[in-house]
C-alpha cells in the first residue's frame, strides 16, 4: 500500500486532471475514457495483489481507471523492460498469476476503477534465447506452440534492425531495439494476437495500452481490434514521434488515444 504522502499526490493528481476535462477544452473532452470518471492513475510495475488492494482508495477519490503493466510471460530479469519482452501468452508476469489478475479486476470492478492493461502486439522477445517467468524455452525467433521464423519480419537491414527513424517500413518492418518484430499483417500472427487479447477481455479489462503502437501498421490493429469479442473498449497507443517523415501520431488517432 502506498504511503500518505502518494495517496496525497493521487488526490491532487485527480483533482488537477479532473479540472483539465473543463468545458474549455473540448479537444479533451472529445477524447477520454468512457463513463463518469475519467482519471486514469497509472500503478506502472505494481503487483496485482497490491493493484487489487489500491483500488479500494482510488474508487472513493475519483479515479475511474487503473493502468497496469503487461499480463504475459515474459524474459526473466528485475528491470522493468523485461516485462515488454514477450516469451508467450500465459498470464503470469512477475507482477502475479492468472487467478491473481483476475482477483485484481474484479476488486478494481467493486470499487467502480476500469483495469487498462498494457498489451505488446508488436514483438516478442529481444534475446537469442532463454526461459521465461514461466517457464517456457524459446529462441529469438522460435516461441514453441507459438511462432516460428516464418512469423517475423525480416527487412534487410544490418541486424535487421530500424537503421532510418524516419522510414515508415523500416519502423514497421525492421526490429526495435533487436525485439523480434511479429509480422502482423498474416493472418496467424493476428488470430494468436486476438485469442490473447480475447482472454484478457474475459478476464474482465476495461481497455489496453498498446506498446510500441508505432511499429505496427495502423491497418493490422485495425484487423485485430475489429474482431475482438467486446467493442468499444478504451486504447491508448504509444506513438513517439520524432518529428519529419515517417510515421506521426496523427496516423494513429482512427484508433483511440494516442501518448508519446
Not at 512477475?94 to 491473481?100: C, D, H, I, V
Not at 517467468?133 to 529469438?140: D, K, L, M, R, Y
Request: net charge negative; glycine share 8%.
Amino acid at each position: 500500500m502506498p504511503s500518505t504522502f502518494l495517496h496525497s499526490l493521487l488526490a491532487a493528481a485527480s483533482f488537477s486532471s479532473v479540472a483539465l476535462a473543463a468545458p474549455a477544452y473540448d479537444v479533451i473532452q472529445a477524447r477520454s475514457t468512457p463513463g463518469s470518471k475519467h482519471v486514469i492513475a497509472n500503478l506502472f510495475q505494481w503487483n496485482w495483489d497490491s493493484v487489487a488492494q489500491e483500488c479500494a482508495w482510488l474508487g472513493k477519490n475519483g479515479y475511474g481507471y487503473v493502468q497496469v503493466s503487461p499480463a504475459n510471460e515474459h524474459i526473466q530479469g528485475s528491470q522493468w523492460w523485461t516485462d515488454y519482452q514477450v516469451v508467450s501468452y500465459k498470464i503470469q508476469s512477475k507482477r502475479g498469476g492468472e487467478a491473481q489478475f483476475k482477483n485484481m479486476v474484479t476488486a478494481c470492478q467493486n470499487a467502480g476503477v476500469g483495469v487498462i492493461v498494457d498489451i505488446v502486439w508488436n514483438h516478442m522477445a529481444g534475446i537469442d534465447s532463454g526461459t521465461g517467468n514461466a517457464g517456457s524455452s524459446f529462441t529469438h525467433y522460435n516461441y514453441p506452440g507459438i511462432y516460428t521464423q516464418d512469423d517475423f519480419h525480416y527487412c534487410g537491414q544490418p541486424g535487421n534492425d530500424i537503421q532510418n527513424w524516419s522510414d515508415t517500413y523500416q519502423l514497421q518492418n525492421c526490429e526495435l531495439a533487436n525485439l523480434a518484430d511479429l509480422k502482423t499483417e498474416s493472418s496467424k500472427v493476428r488470430t494468436t494476437l486476438i485469442n490473447h487479447t480475447n482472454k484478457l477481455i474475459d478476464l474482465g479489462v476495461a481497455g489496453f495500452r498498446v506498446d510500441a503502437s508505432k511499429h505496427v501498421a495502423v491497418a493490422d490493429q485495425q484487423a485485430i481490434m475489429s474482431k475482438l469479442k467486446k467493442q468499444g473498449l478504451y486504447y491508448t497507443h504509444e506513438v513517439v514521434y520524432e518529428g519529419g517523415p515517417g510515421v506521426s501520431s496523427y496516423d494513429y488517432t482512427s484508433l483511440g488515444d494516442v501518448q508519446e
